[in-house]
C-alpha cells in the first residue's frame, strides 16, 4: 500500500495551494487579449494605488533573462521571458502581475493596469505559419536550409538508402495523420507560494514535476544563486507532463515576494489553466511505408510537423522523439525523417503523458494494419515479422537488452483471441445491427530515464538509532506513487517492512538532487540510486557485525532488521545494536549511505535534438496492447469496452502501482480517442472548462486488464533494470482503438478525436460506396 | 475564481421573498440553489447587487391538487426524481431530473432552477477578461462570436426538465409582483436567446402543476451527450405517449425536443403522424425520420446542426420505444 | 459588510466573519484551514469540493457560508476517528484508488453518502452517485472496486456501521 495513502484519503496531504504562511499575499497576473502583438506602454500606477496592493510588477522590472523548456547556449538558446516586455504571442501571454493582501484588491488592481498594444497580423495554423508570406512569430532557426518560415527547430535522420528501399518494395502506402490538441487535466491547478526571507533566501512551494528544474531556472532568471533558491515539496496533484518548466506564475510569485518581503501565492484558475497554459503538441504525420509482401517493413519516410505555440518550448523535443517513437518497436531497414517545430499565435505547448508515443503509434499502428489487410496478412503476424529482438542494436547506438516485445504480442492476442474475433463484425452482413463490436491491435515502446539536465538521480539512505531508516530523496510524488517504490527497495536491500522507513523528499536544500518526474527515469534512475544507498548502508552494518560477532560477512545473513551468522539465527544483532556498535567503534560513524545513478553511463552527452546522433537511454520498455470497442452506428458514439496490456516493464516492483498507472492511461487513451479536443478558433479556447472539454467520467470507465511479461528481474546487491511505467502505454491504446474502430464498422479514420460525426460521416460514405459499386 | 460582492437577504416566507423583490425590483436577483446563478457570477456575466436566497423557504410535497400534480418549485432535483408520486405520474420528469449535472449538483440543484435556466454558449460561458473580451449580444453588446456575421445571438435553452413539462402539457405558478398567475409552459418560453423565460425580474416561480392522466400512458426523456454524465445535452427529447383502450392504438402523442433552440420545441409533424396510428417499431422508425425534417437545429458546443439532425433520428425512436414499453398492459 | 455567523463543522461549532459572498469552501480552506476540501474548478463541474451537507453530498464552491447555518456539515477531516480510518478509507487504500489523491476528499465523501443511502448499489447507480467526481489518475476502475469492497465491508460490519 501507498506510504502517503492515509494523508490522502483522510484529507491531510497539504498540496501547494494548501499551504498559508503569515502574511501571504494573493497573487494574480494579467495576461494579453491579442495573439501577436507590440507592446507599446504599460501604466500601471493606478493599479499600485489599490487598497491592500504591495506590488505590481511588469517586464520592465524583470531581469529580462530568458528561459525554455530545452536550453543549449548555441543551438537553442532560450527564449522565453517571466513577463513580456516588448511583444505578446499568444492570447493569455503574462504581461503583468500583482500581489495584494486580498484577492479582491488583486483582481481591482489588474482592472487598473493600462496596457497599449499594437496588434500584429497572427497565425494559428502550423501550415500557414510555414508559408514565406506569414507573420513571423521568431525568425526560423538559421540552421533551418529550407525558406519555411516560424522554424522553431528541426530534427532530420537518416539511416539506409529510403528510395532504394521503397523500389524494393512490393506494397507502398502513403497516408496522412492528424492530431488535436488536448490537455493534461490534472485536478489540482497550477500554484506556487514564494516567500523571499530578508538575508536573501528564495523559498519555493510549487507544484511540479521536479524541484530541481525548478530551481535551476527559477535561480537564473531572477539572477540569485542556486543556494539561494530553496524549492521544496508539497504533494501534488498529477501532472501528466503539464508542470515540468519554469511557469510564469512561479517567476512572479517569486519576484512579487522579493519586492514585497513576504509570501506570495499564486493560483492559476482552471479557465487560465485550459486557455493560457501549457496543452499537449498536435502533430501532423506524414507516413510513407513500403514493405514487401511477406509484411517485411523495407523503407519508412516520414515528416512530422508540430503545431508549437508561441515558443519553442517542448515543440524541438517531441519532433526528435517522434523519430525515436518510429524506429522503436518496429526494425525498419531504410529511415528517412524530418520533423518540423512551428511556431504558431497559440499558447506553449508541453508533453502529455508519451510525449508523441500515442500520436505516432496511432499513424504507424493504423498504416500498418491497412498494410497488412492489403498483403492478406493478419495483424498480429505483420507485427511479429517486424518486431524487435533482444539484445537489437538500434540505429542510434542503443541496445534494446531484454526486449519482451513478441512475447507481449503473443500473449496479448491469445488472451483476447484476437485472430477468432478480427474481421467477424465485417464479415457479418452490412445491414445488420445498431450496435457493432470490434478489435484492435496496437503497439508502442517507451524509454525509461534519459539524459536531461540535471541529469542524475542520488539518494542518501541513513540508519536511525532505532534501527529505524530515513531515506532522502529528491524524488517527487507526482501520484505515480514514487516515494513507496523507493521505499520498497530500500526495504528489499535492508530486510526491513517499508512502514520503518521514513521518507524526505523533494528539497533542494537537504535532498540530494533527482532526475524529475518527468522522463520516466523514477524506478530504474532514482531506483537504482536508492538501491546503491542502501547497498551502502547494509555494507556498513556487514562489516561492523562480522567485526563484532567476528566472523566473516560472506557468513552472514540480513533479515528482519537484524544480522546473524548462518546456521545461527537466535544469535543477532539487532541494527539498533549495529548502528550503536559502529558509533562506539568507528569513531562516531552513525552509518549513512549514499548512492547515484547517470543512465547512458559511459555516454557524456545527450543526443542531438537536431540529427538524433548520439544514444539516448539503455531501458526500453515494449508493450502490445489490444483494444475492443462498441460503435453505435447511428449515433456514432463509441466505446471502449476492454483494454488488455501485455507489457514488457522489466519486473514490476509494485504490482498495484502498475496497474493503477496502466488503469490510467488506458482512460487517457480513450479520452484522446473520443472526446477530448482543446477547440481553438483564432488563438482562443472556446471550451475552457471541464463541461466542454469531454474528459472522461466514470461512466466511460472501461475494463482494463494486463499481463506481465517480464524480463527483467532484481536481486539484492546488483543493478536491476526495470523499465517504465507511467507514459507508455497510452499509445498503444490509442493506436488499437483505431483499429478496433475499422475492424467493427470499416471506417478508417485519419485524425483523431474519433468523434461521432467523423464516424457518422464515414459510414455514410462507406453506404455511398456499396450503393454506387451495387449499381454498377 | 471569485464571486463579485452583494448582499445577501434570506427571506423565511414566499411573502417575504416577493415583498424584497418588489423593493429591489431590478437590482435584486433570485438565487434556489445556486448551481447556475454563482457560475455566472464567477463569469462575470451578472453581478446583482442583491441575492434573495431562497433555501430557508419551506418546501411543500408533491401532491394531487384536484387531478393536478403540484410541485413546489424549490424541489431538489434529486427528490424529484425519487418522489413516487412523480414517478406514478410522471415518470418522464424524474428521468429529465436524474439526467440533470451530477449527483451533487442534483442535491442542490431545483426544478424550477433549471425550468428557469439562462440559455448558453461556449463563447459566452467563460470569463471574459482576455478572451471575448468585447461583449457580445447576450451579454449586452453588438457581436456574436459564434456566428460573426450574424445579427443575433445564438444561445440555446438546454435544461432537461423543460421539455418533459411541455409534453405533459404542464403549466408554472408565477407570483408576479406578489399576484398569482397561471402560465401554460410554452406560453413561459419567449424563444429569445436573450431572455429565454418570460420571468421579470420581479417574478417569482412557485409551483409546476402537471395534469393527472388516468388513461393508458407511456413517457420517456432522452438525453445525448458525449461523456454520459456532468454535461448539459447536446440534445434531449420528452415524450408522451397515450393510447386508447385497445391498448395500442395512439390517442396522444406528445414529442418535444430541447437543446437546439432558445426554447424547447413541440415536434407536432411528428406527433400528427403518430395519433390514430397502432403503435409499432416501424412507426417509431418513420417518427425518428420524420423528426429530423421537422427542425432545424442550431448548432451549438461542438455539434454541428446536420449531427443533431442524425441524433434527433435516434432519440426519437429510442424514447418513443421507451414510452411504449411503459404504457400499462392488462 | 460582514456579519457573523455560526456553523456546525465536523460536530464542532465555529463562528466565523463572513461576506455574503463567501463560499463554504473559502471558510473552510482560509478561514479554519481545513484544506482538505479542494478547489480544483471553482465552478461545479469536478466534484474536488465535495462537502456533505446533512449527510447529503453538495459542492462547497457553489455554497454561500451564510446559507449553511442550522446545518450538519461534513467534510474528509471528519471521517475518521478514534476508531481509525472508515471501511470507505480503508477500501480506497487497499485497492490501490488513490494516485495523486487530489480528487480523493471528494470521491470518498460521495461514496461515503451514496453507501449511507444505498448499501448495495449497482454498476449504474455507482455511476450515477460518481459522475460528479472527476479523476485524471485512476482512470475510475480501482475507484469501482474500492467502493464494491467497502460495501461489502459495510454490509458485515455491526450496526454502528464500522
Redesign the interface.
Given at each position: 500500500m501507498r506510504k502517503d495513502g492515509p494523508q490522502k484519503v483522510t484529507g491531510k496531504a497539504m498540496y501547494t495551494v494548501d499551504l498559508r504562511l503569515p502574511g501571504m499575499l494573493a497573487g494574480r497576473i494579467l495576461r494579453s487579449p491579442h495573439p501577436h502583438a507590440r507592446i507599446l506602454h504599460i501604466d500601471a500606477s493606478r493599479a499600485a494605488h489599490v487598497l491592500g496592493v504591495k506590488s505590481v510588477i511588469t517586464g520592465s522590472d524583470t531581469l529580462g533573462i530568458k528561459h525554455a523548456f530545452v536550453e543549449s547556449a548555441r543551438r537553442y538558446p532560450p527564449d522565453q521571458l517571466g513577463l513580456a516586455i516588448d511583444k505578446v504571442r499568444f492570447i493569455g501571454e503574462e504581461v503583468a502581475a500583482v500581489a495584494a493582501v486580498d484577492p479582491y484588491a488583486a483582481e481591482e488592481a489588474l482592472g487598473l493596469i493600462q496596457v497599449d498594444y499594437e496588434p500584429l497580423p497572427a497565425v494559428f495554423d502550423p501550415i500557414e505559419a510555414m508559408h514565406p508570406d506569414a507573420p513571423e512569430i521568431h525568425p526560423t532557426h538559421p540552421k533551418v536550409r529550407e525558406p519555411f518560415h516560424n522554424i522553431g527547430g528541426k530534427t532530420e535522420s537518416e539511416w539506409g538508402d529510403v528510395e532504394r528501399g521503397f523500389s524494393q518494395s512490393d506494397y507502398i502506402a502513403e497516408n496522412c495523420f492528424e492530431s488535436q490538441l488536448r490537455t493534461h487535466g490534472y485536478l489540482e491547478s497550477q500554484a506556487t507560494v514564494a516567500s523571499y526571507e530578508l538575508g536573501g533566501q528564495l523559498n519555493v512551494w510549487t507544484s511540479s514535476q521536479g524541484a530541481f528544474i525548478k530551481r535551476e531556472k527559477l535561480a537564473r532568471t531572477l539572477g540569485l544563486p542556486l543556494s539561494a533558491v530553496r524549492v521544496q515539496k508539497a504533494y501534488v496533484g498529477g501532472a501528466f507532463g503539464g508542470k515540468i518548466d519554469l511557469f510564469s506564475h512561479e517567476y512572479c510569485a517569486a519576484l512579487l515576494s522579493m519586492k514585497t518581503s513576504r509570501p506570495v501565492k499564486i493560483m492559476a484558475t482552471r479557465e487560465e489553466i485550459f486557455t493560457a497554459y501549457r496543452h499537449s503538441q498536435p502533430l501532423r504525420i506524414e507516413l510513407r511505408t513500403g514493405v514487401k509482401s511477406d509484411g517485411t517493413l523495407m523503407a519508412q519516410q516520414l515528416r512530422v510537423i508540430n503545431n508549437c505555440g508561441a515558443y519553442r518550448g517542448s515543440g524541438i523535443v517531441i519532433v526528435f522523439l517522434a523519430w525515436g517513437f518510429a524506429m522503436l518497436p518496429y526494425r525498419v531497414q531504410n529511415l528517412k525523417y524530418e520533423g518540423y517545430a512551428v511556431y504558431t499565435n497559440n499558447p506553449v505547448r508541453a508533453p502529455q503523458r508519451g510525449h508523441g508515443a500515442p500520436k505516432m503509434r496511432f499513424a504507424i499502428e493504423s498504416q500498418l494494419d491497412m498494410i497488412a489487410e492489403e498483403l492478406k496478412l493478419d495483424p498480429v503476424e505483420i507485427r511479429l515479422k517486424n518486431a524487435r529482438q533482444p539484445h537489437e542494436q538500434l540505429p542510434n547506438g542503443d541496445n534494446v537488452h531484454n526486449c519482451g516485445l513478441s512475447e507481449c504480442i503473443r500473449k496479448v492476442a491469445d488472451h483476447t483471441q484476437f485472430l477468432t474475433k478480427y474481421g467477424h463484425s465485417r464479415k457479418v452482413a452490412a445491414s445488420n445491427g445498431r450496435f457493432r463490436r470490434g478489435i484492435g491491435m496496437g503497439v508502442s515502446a517507451y524509454f525509461g530515464g534519459a539524459l536531461i539536465y540535471p541529469n542524475s538521480s542520488s539518494v542518501i539512505v541513513k540508519m536511525n538509532d532505532d534501527g529505524t531508516v530515513t531515506m532522502l530523496t529528491g524524488a517527487l510524488d507526482i501520484g505515480q506513487g514514487a516515494e513507496t517504490i523507493l521505499s520498497q527497495i530500500v526495504a528489499e536491500e535492508l530486510r526491513l517492512p517499508v512502514e520503518e522507513i521514513q521518507v524526505m523528499a523533494g528539497d533542494t536544500e537537504t535532498t540530494p538532487v533527482d532526475i524529475g518526474q518527468w522522463i520516466s527515469g523514477g524506478a530504474y534512475v532514482s531506483g537504482n540510486a536508492a538501491r546503491e544507498a542502501a547497498s551502502r548502508v547494509r555494507e556498513k552494518l556487514l562489516e561492523i557485525a562480522a567485526e563484532v560477532m567476528q566472523a566473516r560477512s560472506e557468513h552472514l545473513v540480513v533479515e528482519d532488521k537484524s544480522v546473524y551468522v548462518k546456521g545461527s539465527p537466535s544469535q543477532r544483532l539487532s541494527y539498533q545494536e549495529l548502528v550503536a556498535a559502529s558509533v562506539r567503534k568507528n569513531r562516531g560513524d552513525p552509518v549513512i549511505g549514499q548512492g547515484h545513478w547517470r543512465i547512458m553511463r559511459d555516454e557524456p552527452n545527450p543526443p542531438s535534438l537536431a540529427t538524433t546522433k548520439g544514444r539516448w537511454s539503455e531501458n526500453y520498455a515494449f508493450d502490445a496492447q489490444v483494444a475492443e470497442v462498441e460503435v453505435d452506428t447511428e449515433t456514432g458514439l463509441v466505446r471502449l469496452l476492454r483494454a488488455v496490456t501485455a507489457h514488457d516493464c522489466g519486473f514490476p516492483i509494485n504490482p498495484l502501482l502498475v496497474e493503477g498507472q496502466i488503469d490510467g492511461q488506458v482512460s487517457m487513451a480513450l479520452g484522446h480517442a473520443f472526446m477530448e479536443e482543446v477547440l481553438m478558433k483564432e488563438g482562443r479556447t472556446l471550451n475552457p472548462s471541464w463541461l466542454d472539454y469531454h474528459m472522461p467520467c466514470i461512466h466511460n470507465l472501461a475494463l482494463s486488464e494486463h499481463i506481465d511479461v517480464i524480463t527483467e528481474s532484481y536481486e539484492s546487491g546488483r543493478p536491476y533494470r526495470t523499465k517504465e511505467v507511467g507514459e507508455g502505454y497510452v499509445s498503444g491504446i490509442l493506436a488499437a482503438i483505431g483499429n478496433a474502430v475499422y475492424d467493427a464498422v470499416g471506417v478508417r479514420l485519419y485524425s483523431t478525436p474519433f468523434t461521432p460525426e467523423k464516424i457518422l460521416k464515414g459510414l455514410a460514405k462507406q453506404r455511398k460506396r456499396v450503393d454506387d459499386a451495387a449499381r454498377d | 475564481m471569485l464571486l463579485p460582492r452583494f448582499q445577501l437577504l434570506q427571506p423565511k416566507s414566499i411573502e417575504q421573498a416577493t415583498e424584497l423583490l418588489g423593493k429591489h425590483e431590478a437590482a435584486a436577483r433570485i438565487m434556489a440553489g445556486g448551481t447556475d446563478v454563482l457560475p455566472r457570477m464567477k463569469y462575470g456575466l451578472e453581478s446583482p447587487s442583491y441575492v434573495i436566497g431562497l433555501s430557508n423557504l419551506p418546501v411543500f410535497e408533491p401532491v394531487d391538487s384536484d387531478g393536478f400534480l403540484l410541485l413546489d418549485s424549490l424541489m431538489s432535483l434529486t427528490d424529484v426524481a425519487r418522489s413516487e408520486i412523480i414517478r406514478q405520474n410522471a415518470f418522464g420528469l424524474a428521468e429529465a431530473a436524474y439526467a440533470v449535472g451530477s449527483y451533487q449538483i442534483r442535491n442542490m440543484g431545483t426544478l424550477g432552477g433549471n425550468l428557469c435556466l439562462e440559455t448558453r454558449c461556449m463563447y459566452y460561458n467563460q470569463q471574459h477578461s482576455y478572451q471575448f473580451v468585447e461583449p457580445c449580444f447576450k451579454r449586452n453588446g453588438d457581436r456574436c462570436y459564434f456566428i460573426p456575421k450574424g445579427k443575433q445571438c445564438w444561445a440555446v435553452f438546454v435544461a432537461d426538465t423543460a421539455p418533459v413539462l411541455f409534453s405533459l402539457d404542464a403549466s408554472v405558478e408565477v407570483l408576479s409582483n406578489g399576484s398569482p398567475k397561471r402560465i401554460p409552459i410554452d406560453e413561459f418560453y419567449t424563444g429569445n436567446p436573450l431572455h429565454p423565460c418570460t420571468l421579470s425580474r420581479q417574478d417569482l416561480l412557485v409551483a409546476v402543476r402537471i395534469p393527472i392522466n388516468s388513461g393508458l400512458r407511456g413517457t420517456a426523456f432522452s438525453k445525448f451527450t458525449i461523456r454520459g454524465g456532468l454535461e448539459f445535452a447536446a440534445i434531449n427529447l420528452a415524450v408522451v405517449l397515450d393510447v386508447q383502450e385497445d391498448g395500442s392504438t395512439c390517442s396522444n402523442a406528445r414529442i418535444t425536443v430541447g437543446a437546439v433552440a432558445a426554447t424547447p420545441i413541440r415536434l407536432k409533424k411528428t406527433e400528427s403522424l403518430l395519433i390514430g396510428q397502432k403503435l409499432s417499431d416501424d412507426l417509431f422508425n418513420d417518427a425518428g425520420r420524420t423528426a429530423a425534417d421537422e427542425i432545424r437545429p442550431i448548432p451549438h458546443h461542438g455539434f454541428s446542426a446536420s449531427y443533431l439532425k442524425a441524433c434527433l433520428r435516434s432519440l426519437t425512436r429510442d424514447a418513443l420505444t421507451s414510452a411504449c414499453s411503459r404504457i400499462p398492459r392488462h | 459588510?460582514k456579519t457573523i455567523i455560526e456553523l456546525r463543522i465536523n460536530d464542532e461549532l465555529f463562528e466565523l466573519l463572513v461576506?455574503?459572498?463567501t463560499?463554504l469552501l473559502e471558510v473552510l480552506?482560509?478561514h479554519l484551514?481545513?484544506?482538505?476540501?479542494?478547489?480544483?474548478?471553482?465552478?461545479?463541474?469536478?466534484?474536488?469540493c465535495?462537502v456533505l451537507?446533512n449527510e447529503?453530498?453538495?459542492?462547497a464552491c457553489?455554497?454561500?457560508a451564510?446559507?449553511c447555518v442550522n446545518m450538519k456539515i461534513t467534510?474528509?477531516?471528519g471521517?475518521?476517528d478514534d476508531e481509525g480510518?472508515t471501511p470507505v478509507?480503508q477500501a480506497?487504500?487497499?485497492k490501490?484508488a488513490?494516485?495523486?489523491?487530489?480528487?480523493?476528499?471528494g470521491m470518498?465523501l460521495?461514496v461515503t453518502a451514496?453507501l449511507n443511502e444505498c448499501p448495495n448499489p449497482t454498476e449504474h447507480e455507482?455511476?450515477?452517485?460518481?459522475?460528479?467526481?472527476?479523476?485524471?489518475?485512476?482512470?475510475?476502475?480501482?475507484?469501482?472496486e474500492a467502493i464494491h469492497e467497502a460495501a461489502a465491508r459495510l454490509s458485515t460490519a455491526s450496526p454502528s456501521g464500522r
Amino acid at each position: 500500500m501507498r506510504k502517503d495513502g492515509p494523508q490522502k484519503v483522510t484529507g491531510k496531504a497539504m498540496y501547494t495551494v494548501d499551504l498559508r504562511l503569515p502574511g501571504m499575499l494573493a497573487g494574480r497576473i494579467l495576461r494579453s487579449p491579442h495573439p501577436h502583438a507590440r507592446i507599446l506602454h504599460i501604466d500601471a500606477s493606478r493599479a499600485a494605488h489599490v487598497l491592500g496592493v504591495k506590488s505590481v510588477i511588469t517586464g520592465s522590472d524583470t531581469l529580462g533573462i530568458k528561459h525554455a523548456f530545452v536550453e543549449s547556449a548555441r543551438r537553442y538558446p532560450p527564449d522565453q521571458l517571466g513577463l513580456a516586455i516588448d511583444k505578446v504571442r499568444f492570447i493569455g501571454e503574462e504581461v503583468a502581475a500583482v500581489a495584494a493582501v486580498d484577492p479582491y484588491a488583486a483582481e481591482e488592481a489588474l482592472g487598473l493596469i493600462q496596457v497599449d498594444y499594437e496588434p500584429l497580423p497572427a497565425v494559428f495554423d502550423p501550415i500557414e505559419a510555414m508559408h514565406p508570406d506569414a507573420p513571423e512569430i521568431h525568425p526560423t532557426h538559421p540552421k533551418v536550409r529550407e525558406p519555411f518560415h516560424n522554424i522553431g527547430g528541426k530534427t532530420e535522420s537518416e539511416w539506409g538508402d529510403v528510395e532504394r528501399g521503397f523500389s524494393q518494395s512490393d506494397y507502398i502506402a502513403e497516408n496522412c495523420f492528424e492530431s488535436q490538441l488536448r490537455t493534461h487535466g490534472y485536478l489540482e491547478s497550477q500554484a506556487t507560494v514564494a516567500s523571499y526571507e530578508l538575508g536573501g533566501q528564495l523559498n519555493v512551494w510549487t507544484s511540479s514535476q521536479g524541484a530541481f528544474i525548478k530551481r535551476e531556472k527559477l535561480a537564473r532568471t531572477l539572477g540569485l544563486p542556486l543556494s539561494a533558491v530553496r524549492v521544496q515539496k508539497a504533494y501534488v496533484g498529477g501532472a501528466f507532463g503539464g508542470k515540468i518548466d519554469l511557469f510564469s506564475h512561479e517567476y512572479c510569485a517569486a519576484l512579487l515576494s522579493m519586492k514585497t518581503s513576504r509570501p506570495v501565492k499564486i493560483m492559476a484558475t482552471r479557465e487560465e489553466i485550459f486557455t493560457a497554459y501549457r496543452h499537449s503538441q498536435p502533430l501532423r504525420i506524414e507516413l510513407r511505408t513500403g514493405v514487401k509482401s511477406d509484411g517485411t517493413l523495407m523503407a519508412q519516410q516520414l515528416r512530422v510537423i508540430n503545431n508549437c505555440g508561441a515558443y519553442r518550448g517542448s515543440g524541438i523535443v517531441i519532433v526528435f522523439l517522434a523519430w525515436g517513437f518510429a524506429m522503436l518497436p518496429y526494425r525498419v531497414q531504410n529511415l528517412k525523417y524530418e520533423g518540423y517545430a512551428v511556431y504558431t499565435n497559440n499558447p506553449v505547448r508541453a508533453p502529455q503523458r508519451g510525449h508523441g508515443a500515442p500520436k505516432m503509434r496511432f499513424a504507424i499502428e493504423s498504416q500498418l494494419d491497412m498494410i497488412a489487410e492489403e498483403l492478406k496478412l493478419d495483424p498480429v503476424e505483420i507485427r511479429l515479422k517486424n518486431a524487435r529482438q533482444p539484445h537489437e542494436q538500434l540505429p542510434n547506438g542503443d541496445n534494446v537488452h531484454n526486449c519482451g516485445l513478441s512475447e507481449c504480442i503473443r500473449k496479448v492476442a491469445d488472451h483476447t483471441q484476437f485472430l477468432t474475433k478480427y474481421g467477424h463484425s465485417r464479415k457479418v452482413a452490412a445491414s445488420n445491427g445498431r450496435f457493432r463490436r470490434g478489435i484492435g491491435m496496437g503497439v508502442s515502446a517507451y524509454f525509461g530515464g534519459a539524459l536531461i539536465y540535471p541529469n542524475s538521480s542520488s539518494v542518501i539512505v541513513k540508519m536511525n538509532d532505532d534501527g529505524t531508516v530515513t531515506m532522502l530523496t529528491g524524488a517527487l510524488d507526482i501520484g505515480q506513487g514514487a516515494e513507496t517504490i523507493l521505499s520498497q527497495i530500500v526495504a528489499e536491500e535492508l530486510r526491513l517492512p517499508v512502514e520503518e522507513i521514513q521518507v524526505m523528499a523533494g528539497d533542494t536544500e537537504t535532498t540530494p538532487v533527482d532526475i524529475g518526474q518527468w522522463i520516466s527515469g523514477g524506478a530504474y534512475v532514482s531506483g537504482n540510486a536508492a538501491r546503491e544507498a542502501a547497498s551502502r548502508v547494509r555494507e556498513k552494518l556487514l562489516e561492523i557485525a562480522a567485526e563484532v560477532m567476528q566472523a566473516r560477512s560472506e557468513h552472514l545473513v540480513v533479515e528482519d532488521k537484524s544480522v546473524y551468522v548462518k546456521g545461527s539465527p537466535s544469535q543477532r544483532l539487532s541494527y539498533q545494536e549495529l548502528v550503536a556498535a559502529s558509533v562506539r567503534k568507528n569513531r562516531g560513524d552513525p552509518v549513512i549511505g549514499q548512492g547515484h545513478w547517470r543512465i547512458m553511463r559511459d555516454e557524456p552527452n545527450p543526443p542531438s535534438l537536431a540529427t538524433t546522433k548520439g544514444r539516448w537511454s539503455e531501458n526500453y520498455a515494449f508493450d502490445a496492447q489490444v483494444a475492443e470497442v462498441e460503435v453505435d452506428t447511428e449515433t456514432g458514439l463509441v466505446r471502449l469496452l476492454r483494454a488488455v496490456t501485455a507489457h514488457d516493464c522489466g519486473f514490476p516492483i509494485n504490482p498495484l502501482l502498475v496497474e493503477g498507472q496502466i488503469d490510467g492511461q488506458v482512460s487517457m487513451a480513450l479520452g484522446h480517442a473520443f472526446m477530448e479536443e482543446v477547440l481553438m478558433k483564432e488563438g482562443r479556447t472556446l471550451n475552457p472548462s471541464w463541461l466542454d472539454y469531454h474528459m472522461p467520467c466514470i461512466h466511460n470507465l472501461a475494463l482494463s486488464e494486463h499481463i506481465d511479461v517480464i524480463t527483467e528481474s532484481y536481486e539484492s546487491g546488483r543493478p536491476y533494470r526495470t523499465k517504465e511505467v507511467g507514459e507508455g502505454y497510452v499509445s498503444g491504446i490509442l493506436a488499437a482503438i483505431g483499429n478496433a474502430v475499422y475492424d467493427a464498422v470499416g471506417v478508417r479514420l485519419y485524425s483523431t478525436p474519433f468523434t461521432p460525426e467523423k464516424i457518422l460521416k464515414g459510414l455514410a460514405k462507406q453506404r455511398k460506396r456499396v450503393d454506387d459499386a451495387a449499381r454498377d | 475564481m471569485l464571486l463579485p460582492r452583494f448582499q445577501l437577504l434570506q427571506p423565511k416566507s414566499i411573502e417575504q421573498a416577493t415583498e424584497l423583490l418588489g423593493k429591489h425590483e431590478a437590482a435584486a436577483r433570485i438565487m434556489a440553489g445556486g448551481t447556475d446563478v454563482l457560475p455566472r457570477m464567477k463569469y462575470g456575466l451578472e453581478s446583482p447587487s442583491y441575492v434573495i436566497g431562497l433555501s430557508n423557504l419551506p418546501v411543500f410535497e408533491p401532491v394531487d391538487s384536484d387531478g393536478f400534480l403540484l410541485l413546489d418549485s424549490l424541489m431538489s432535483l434529486t427528490d424529484v426524481a425519487r418522489s413516487e408520486i412523480i414517478r406514478q405520474n410522471a415518470f418522464g420528469l424524474a428521468e429529465a431530473a436524474y439526467a440533470v449535472g451530477s449527483y451533487q449538483i442534483r442535491n442542490m440543484g431545483t426544478l424550477g432552477g433549471n425550468l428557469c435556466l439562462e440559455t448558453r454558449c461556449m463563447y459566452y460561458n467563460q470569463q471574459h477578461s482576455y478572451q471575448f473580451v468585447e461583449p457580445c449580444f447576450k451579454r449586452n453588446g453588438d457581436r456574436c462570436y459564434f456566428i460573426p456575421k450574424g445579427k443575433q445571438c445564438w444561445a440555446v435553452f438546454v435544461a432537461d426538465t423543460a421539455p418533459v413539462l411541455f409534453s405533459l402539457d404542464a403549466s408554472v405558478e408565477v407570483l408576479s409582483n406578489g399576484s398569482p398567475k397561471r402560465i401554460p409552459i410554452d406560453e413561459f418560453y419567449t424563444g429569445n436567446p436573450l431572455h429565454p423565460c418570460t420571468l421579470s425580474r420581479q417574478d417569482l416561480l412557485v409551483a409546476v402543476r402537471i395534469p393527472i392522466n388516468s388513461g393508458l400512458r407511456g413517457t420517456a426523456f432522452s438525453k445525448f451527450t458525449i461523456r454520459g454524465g456532468l454535461e448539459f445535452a447536446a440534445i434531449n427529447l420528452a415524450v408522451v405517449l397515450d393510447v386508447q383502450e385497445d391498448g395500442s392504438t395512439c390517442s396522444n402523442a406528445r414529442i418535444t425536443v430541447g437543446a437546439v433552440a432558445a426554447t424547447p420545441i413541440r415536434l407536432k409533424k411528428t406527433e400528427s403522424l403518430l395519433i390514430g396510428q397502432k403503435l409499432s417499431d416501424d412507426l417509431f422508425n418513420d417518427a425518428g425520420r420524420t423528426a429530423a425534417d421537422e427542425i432545424r437545429p442550431i448548432p451549438h458546443h461542438g455539434f454541428s446542426a446536420s449531427y443533431l439532425k442524425a441524433c434527433l433520428r435516434s432519440l426519437t425512436r429510442d424514447a418513443l420505444t421507451s414510452a411504449c414499453s411503459r404504457i400499462p398492459r392488462h | 459588510m460582514k456579519t457573523i455567523i455560526e456553523l456546525r463543522i465536523n460536530d464542532e461549532l465555529f463562528e466565523l466573519l463572513v461576506e455574503p459572498q463567501t463560499t463554504l469552501l473559502e471558510v473552510l480552506r482560509d478561514h479554519l484551514a481545513l484544506t482538505g476540501t479542494k478547489e480544483a474548478c471553482g465552478t461545479g463541474e469536478c466534484g474536488a469540493c465535495t462537502v456533505l451537507i446533512n449527510e447529503k453530498p453538495k459542492l462547497a464552491c457553489l455554497l454561500l457560508a451564510a446559507q449553511c447555518v442550522n446545518m450538519k456539515i461534513t467534510t474528509i477531516e471528519g471521517l475518521a476517528d478514534d476508531e481509525g480510518l472508515t471501511p470507505v478509507q480503508q477500501a480506497f487504500l487497499e485497492k490501490g484508488a488513490v494516485q495523486c489523491g487530489f480528487c480523493t476528499p471528494g470521491m470518498v465523501l460521495t461514496v461515503t453518502a451514496l453507501l449511507n443511502e444505498c448499501p448495495n448499489p449497482t454498476e449504474h447507480e455507482i455511476k450515477k452517485a460518481l459522475e460528479g467526481n472527476f479523476c485524471r489518475c485512476t482512470g475510475y476502475n480501482k475507484i469501482v472496486e474500492a467502493i464494491h469492497e467497502a460495501a461489502a465491508r459495510l454490509s458485515t460490519a455491526s450496526p454502528s456501521g464500522r
